[in-house]
């Protein structure tokens, strides 16, 4: 069935260091691919959003690439911050339900 | 609009005692979804809604767990009786009907409800 794989954490960041977060995925046909955010104590926020092949979904400096080739959806940030400080969720839209990866805790450090 | 709404934010119980946790979605949304996170587990879809009627219901992991929506601002899931082992996050989250139909892709989640049972 459908899978999604993302790094493990804790990812600790000094504050404008460049951000990495692996996630790869399995998958029949073309999903849709989603980076979700979660901020100490709330819910999960939609980040960004890819829908076919080749496609950069960004928002709030943050940017993701549909990757056909290496089933893969890695998200990246040029210069992170404090605020950034969260989990971050991997995610393909299945049959009318989302396959969500394991989530990815990042640490920013001032 | 105020958002997805669920409540309680906590709630700490013993086991075998009812649970009853509640959401009201953003209005005008067609469905509604009930997920769990656990440090195990992760994020499960427990069950969605689409107005007001359960579509799939797949992910309940047992006859403990059941989920109403008597109206279209308002749905219930009930834990009866509570165990150690459910003690997780609630997300409860609601979404519009997409053009094609089906749920659409973007869901709005609310702030969760931690249950935890003694």
């Known amino acids: 069935g459908d899978s999604v794989t993302q790094m493990e954490g804790p990812v600790t960041l000094s504050e404008e260091a460049f951000l990495t977060i692996n996630c790869t995925y399995t998958?029949?046909?073309?999903?849709?691919l989603f980076w979700y955010v979660q901020y100490p104590g709330e819910g999960l926020q939609l980040l960004l959003k890819a829908t076919k092949a080749d496609d950069k979904g960004s928002n709030k400096g943050f940017e993701a690439t549909y990757r056909k080739e290496t089933t893969s959806f890695h998200l990246e940030k040029g210069s992170v911050q404090v605020s950034d400080s969260a989990v971050y969720f991997c995610a393909l839209w299945g049959t009318y339900k989302y396959i969500f990866g394991t989530g990815t805790r990042l640490k920013v450090l001032a | 609009d105020a958002g997805v709404i669920q409540s309680p934010r906590h709630e700490v119980t013993e086991m075998g005692q009812e649970v009853t946790l509640r959401c009201k979605p953003i209005s005008g949304h067609d469905y509604l979804f009930w997920y769990r996170q656990t440090m195990m587990r992760g994020l499960e879809l427990l069950i969605y809604f689409n107005n007001n009627v359960p579509i799939d219901d797949s992910g309940m992991p047992e006859d403990r767990f059941s989920a109403k929506m008597p109206n279209a601002s308002f749905s219930t899931l009930k834990i009866q009786p509570s165990e150690p082992r459910d003690s997780a996050v609630y997300f409860c989250a609601s979404s519009f009907e997409a053009l094609a139909g089906g749920p659409a892709d973007t869901q709005y989640f609310g702030p969760g409800t931690r249950l935890t049972v003694l």
């Open positions: 998958a029949t046909g073309y999903p849709s």
